[in-house]
């Protein structure tokens, strides 16, 4: 089955970005998928954030903040999670997930730390 | 409100059976699809199973595929999942998740700990 994947870590100071991506296998091609995100806490289950096709096609869970966006880069084949304006409450660690050939595939993982 | 209660979680020998169930309230689970995902301790996500809201098609990640079946019961607003054959590698906490028409796994349970050890 396919696998995603995404950097194990990232960090940044409050106020800054982080750019956290997705990479999908050659064989997938990022522009014919949803990629969704994911964001869970320790000792909690995963809360989802947000999906992201195009532009026009995009959707923002309940209640998160519009701070989370996503995007995509087509030459890279990756799927992109940008928090802007980072808060100490965003550090945690977030998964990316697409649904292919009748199977859900997530990502390894990234941990976001708020320096 | 949304809510999903997984039970049926514990400490199984390897070989063992278990199964698992997950209620839910705020919502009519009938006119959705379900999913189980877990966690192995330390690890990442992984999908393991997935149901329509008829019960009439069904999935399986390749690690679960003929060891695990999953199940609904509509009238029970629950979703179950039977783990026969159980190993030390699906020692992991299982979530079950609800699909939405456009948002794929969309809530998600606490999660139930299985542990596999002898």
């Known amino acids: 089955q396919p696998v995603l994947t995404q950097p194990p870590s990232s960090s940044a100071s409050p106020g800054e970005s982080a750019r956290l991506t997705c990479t999908l296998p050659?064989?997938?091609?990022?522009?014919?998928?949803?990629i969704y995100w994911y964001q869970q806490k320790p000792g909690s289950p995963p809360r989802y954030l947000l999906y992201?096709?195009?532009?026009?096609?995009?959707?923002?869970g309940s209640g998160v903040p519009s701070r989370f966006s996503g995007s995509k880069d087509a030459s890279a084949n990756t799927g992109i999670l940008l928090i802007s304006g980072l808060q100490s409450e965003d550090e945690a660690d977030y998964y990316c997930m697409i649904w292919t050939r009748n199977v859900w595939v997530f990502g390894g993982g990234t941990k976001v730390t708020v320096l | 409100e949304v809510q999903l209660v997984e039970s049926g979680g514990g400490l199984v020998q390897p070989g063992g059976s278990l199964r698992l169930s997950c209620a839910a309230s705020?919502?009519?689970?009938?006119?959705?699809?379900m999913n189980w995902v877990r966690q192995a301790p330390g690890k990442g996500l992984e999908w393991v199973s997935y149901?329509?809201?008829?019960?009439?098609?069904?999935y399986y990640a390749d690690s679960v595929k003929g060891r695990f079946t999953i199940s609904r019961d509509n009238a029970k607003n629950s979703l179950y999942l039977q783990m026969n054959s159980l190993r030390a590698e699906d020692t992991a906490v299982y979530y079950c998740?609800?699909?939405?028409?456009?948002?794929?796994?969309?809530?998600w349970g606490q999660g139930t700990l299985v542990t596999v050890s002898s």
């Open positions: 050659s064989d997938i091609n990022v522009g014919s998928c949803n």
């Open positions: 705020g919502f009519t689970v009938s006119s959705y699809e």
């Open positions: 998740a609800r699909d939405s028409t456009v948002v794929l796994l969309d809530y």
């Open positions: 149901i329509s809201s008829s019960g009439s098609t069904k």
């Open positions: 992201y096709y195009s532009d026009s096609d995009k959707g923002q």
